[in-house]
């Protein structure tokens, strides 16, 4: 986390509530900023917001996970900028399950958002990183994926896809010398889980710093809040038989 001025993030999902307070964060260190996501319009105010609080450069990109089309351009744009590349993923939607239990052909939109869309930009952009030899990729993910869970078991399995991916990519990019860490978020306060009552819920902020944390120390794997890393160690060596009877 060096020499902030010549280094460039893309971050997918840069509309999103958890990814508004990590951008802030970049744009404080003078980083140059490319924010992909699909509401143009929006993310041009928040670029805007982004170079007054001490971008190098904010430059938005449209993204859509669930249309790969357009990624070959926006990695090639990548690929041109100068000095070090980093990219962040923050993409993500979390229909309720009992939707999608009533119309499973929401299941691949599902897929596509929170895993496929990010994983295909990742895996193009890796070439990208590994000629240069450096670099961060940060993958946000849940501690949903962790275990299947009756109230969001689509989800919870797009992310534990999307965290094998990321396991199987920092093993790779790894030996590049480019750092991939897997951020697993409990229940963050978004409009996502607006009206939820949800136990040991975090912030957007406190999220940035501790993946800004994570980062510096170069971890594999984060959760956030970090208790969930023993909730989620307990619930997932829970026998198969006694869980398939609790709701939780």
């Known amino acids: 986390m060096q020499n902030w001025i010549m280094q460039h993030w893309v971050v997918l999902g840069a509309g ?18 490319f924010l992909a996501g699909r509401t143009a319009a929006d993310l041009e105010t928040l670029a805007q917001d982004l170079r007054l ?6 430059e938005v990109m449209a993204f859509d996970a669930r249309d790969a089309a357009d990624y070959p351009a926006l990695v090639a744009r990548l690929a041109a900028c100068e000095g070090v590349l980093n990219a962040a993923s923050f ?10 239990d009533a119309d499973p052909g929401l299941i691949a939109g599902v897929i596509a958002d929170n895993f496929t869309g990010p994983a295909t930009f990742l895996s193009l952009l890796a070439p990208v990183l590994e000629a240069r030899g450096t670099g961060v990729v940060v993958g946000v993910g849940s501690v949903a994926g962790d275990r299947g869970r009756v109230g969001n078991y689509v989800y919870g399995a797009a992310k534990a896809a999307f965290a094998t991916y990321l396991s199987g990519l920092r093993n790779r990019l790894g030996r590049k010398g ?23 819920m975090t912030t957007p902020e406190a999220v940035a710093e501790d993946i800004l944390q994570g980062i510096a120390k170069r971890r594999n794997e984060i959760y956030t809040a970090k208790i969930w890393f023993l ?17 939780i």
């Open 231 to 247: 909730i989620m160690r307990v619930i997932c060596h829970i026998p198969e038989p006694i869980f398939k009877k609790l709701s």
């Open 16 to 33: 999103s509530d958890m990814a508004r307070p990590f951008l802030r964060r970049l744009a404080g260190e003078g980083a140059s900023l």
């Open 91 to 100: 993409v993500g939607s979390m229909p309720d399950q009992a939707a999608i």
């Open 178 to 200: 480019v750092h991939v860490m897997t951020v697993k978020p409990g229940p963050v306060e978004t409009r996502m889980t607006a009206g939820m009552k949800l136990p040991f």
């Open 53 to 58: 609080r001490g971008a190098a450069a904010a």
